[in-house]
């Protein structure tokens, strides 16, 4: 076995598979350049490192089980006037993480809450953080299925080691009783511990409705919420009707008018 063979080996066992991979290059790189040895292997490590950290996000990523991937750049504020860009930019750079704040994004469908948890929420992978994206109503059917099979308490726990629970499409369907007494557990347990975003279509007032009209435990909730909270009201058009808007101002469609003669029709009537 040459020395190459055999140092490429011990690097594999090293389970240092970026500087198996390019030292040879690197290697007539430094000698041509007239790089020092310490020089050259601090190259090498700063590669490694390197790799190894984008292994972490991507696993990260994975494991935050995003529904698609969104980026803060590719939301358009300017069609979303309600909110505040700089704010929601303020919120990316993750400073509520470690004061376990809440985001809460209350809008009617296709606004792009969704779009902006996943932004930010995804910026904590980025910064190697826990993350997990769930619906809600998946997250509580979890957490009945794990109560029938003893493991609330762990599950529970688990969640509570995150940095950040995202809790996507509450309200979009109602919770019985006991499911919303488990959602509230899991909310009491996660207060002033792990950081959550919140995305919902029911505004705060008719939360009851939401919670199998218990008045009590939407109060609790919404408690514990909203104590360390960012709050934004999306009040603007639908994020995902943008491009079928775009279409129609330019190519107006005919529609009759009172009397079946056709009229040109613009964004203002559809």
Request: proline residues 3%.
């Amino acid at each position: 076995m040459s020395e190459t063979e055999r140092l490429r080996a011990n690097l594999s066992k090293l389970t240092l598979p970026t500087i198996a991979a390019i030292f040879e290059a690197e290697a007539i790189k430094a000698t041509k350049s007239e790089l020092s040895y310490t020089a050259f292997l601090a190259r090498l490590i700063d590669e490694e490192l390197a790799a190894k950290i984008d292994r972490s996000i991507a696993t990260r990523i994975a494991k935050a089980h995003f529904p698609a991937v969104h980026t803060l750049e590719g939301f358009d504020f300017a069609f979303q006037p309600s909110l505040s860009a700089s704010r929601i930019r303020e919120l990316a750079e993750l400073g509520f993480l470690g004061r376990a704040e809440n985001i809460v994004l209350v809008g009617r469908p296709g606004v792009g809450k969704t779009h902006l948890a996943t932004a930010i929420g995804l910026r904590a992978c980025q910064a190697r953080k826990r993350v997990l994206f769930v619906a809600a109503a998946e997250l509580v059917d979890q957490l009945l299925a794990d109560e029938v099979s003893r493991r609330l308490a762990k599950t529970i726990e688990g969640l509570g080691r995150l940095d950040l629970l995202v809790v996507d499409e509450l309200g979009y369907l109602p919770m019985d009783g006991h499911r919303a007494k488990l959602f509230f557990q899991l909310v009491s347990h996660l207060y002033t511990r792990t950081a959550m975003i919140v995305t919902t279509n029911v505004p705060f007032e008719t939360w009851g409705t939401l919670f199998a009209g218990d008045e009590v435990i939407a109060a609790a909730i919404l408690d514990r919420l909203l104590h360390h909270s960012h709050v934004f009201l999306v009040t603007g058009p639908s994020y995902r009707m943008k491009g079928k808007l775009a279409q129609r101002v330019g190519n107006p469609a005919k529609v009759p008018d009172d009397n079946g003669d056709q009229m040109e029709s613009g964004v203002g009537q559809i």
